[in-house]
C-alpha cells in the first residue's frame, strides 16, 4: 500500500494537526518539510498553502479535507463519529477552532511574538495588543467547552482536538496567553492531558529556526 505522505513546514499548526489525524489513526506517515508556495505544494494545492498530502494517486491540499480523508480511508478510531448529530457537533467546534479562533490566536497574536516584522526583531505590539481581548474572549469560551467531558466536542478525542491542541500548545508558550491559560482551570487540565497522548508527543515539531 502507498504510504501516506504530508508536506508542508513542521511547525504549521495545520500540518501538526494532519500529523496528529495520522497518527490517532495508527496511520504511518512520512513528513516532507516544505514551505508555502514550493513547487511541489503548488502542484496540489493551486494556492501555495500548506499541509499538501499525497498517497497513491490521491492528492490533496488543505488541513480539513486531508484530516478528512485520513480519517475515512483508514481504519482506525474515528475522529469524525458516525453518528449524524456527533459528526455535526464535531464539524461545529472544528469549523469555530478554524475560521474564529485560530485567525485570531494564531494569525495575529502568535505571529506578532513567531515573525513580528519589526526591524529590531522584537514582538510587534501594534499587532498583539489589540488581539489580547479578543483571544481571551475564546480562551473562556474554550474552557467552557472543554469543563463537561474533558474533550471540546462530546466524550472522545475528535477532530475537533486534533485541530485546537496544536494551536494551544504554542499559545502556551507566550506571555500573555500562556497567563491567561493558567487562569483557566478546565482548558489548562485540558492541555495537561492532550500533551500526555503518546500521538501528541510523537508529533510535537522542532523550534521555528532562527
Known amino acids: 500500500m502507498a504510504e501516506l505522505e ?85 464539524e461545529q467546534w472544528a469549523s469555530i477552532v478554524n475560521t474564529v479562533v485560530e485567525p485570531v490566536c494564531v494569525r495575529q497574536y502568535l505571529m506578532g511574538y513567531f515573525f513580528p516584522g519589526t526591524p529590531d526583531g522584537s514582538p510587534n505590539r501594534a499587532v498583539i495588543d489589540p488581539a489580547i481581548p479578543k483571544m481571551q474572549d475564546q480562551l473562556r469560551m474554550l474552557d467552557q467547552a472543554v469543563a463537561a467531558t474533558g474533550f471540546l466536542a462530546g466524550d472522545a478525542f475528535s477532530l475537533a482536538d486534533v485541530f485546537l491542541v496544536p494551536n494551544l500548545v504554542y499559545l502556551s508558550r507566550a506571555p500573555e496567553s500562556g497567563a491567561l491559560l493558567k487562569e483557566l482551570p478546565a482548558l489548562s487540565a485540558y492541555l495537561d492531558r492532550m500533551l500526555s497522548r503518546p500521538t501528541v508527543q510523537a508529533t510535537i515539531p522542532p523550534p521555528i529556526p532562527t
Open 6 to 90: 504530508i508536506l508542508g513546514i513542521p511547525q504549521s499548526n495545520f500540518v501538526w494537526a494532519c500529523r496528529l489525524a495520522a497518527a490517532e489513526k495508527g496511520v504511518p506517515h512520512s513528513l516532507l518539510p516544505l514551505m508555502p508556495h514550493a513547487p511541489e505544494v503548488k502542484a496540489i494545492n493551486p494556492t501555495g498553502k500548506v499541509p499538501a498530502m499525497r498517497h497513491g494517486a490521491v492528492t490533496l491540499g488543505e488541513s480539513r479535507a486531508i484530516c478528512g480523508y485520513i480519517d475515512a480511508a483508514f481504519d482506525g478510531p474515528r475522529l469524525i463519529p458516525a453518528d449524524t448529530a456527533k459528526a455535526a457537533l464535531v
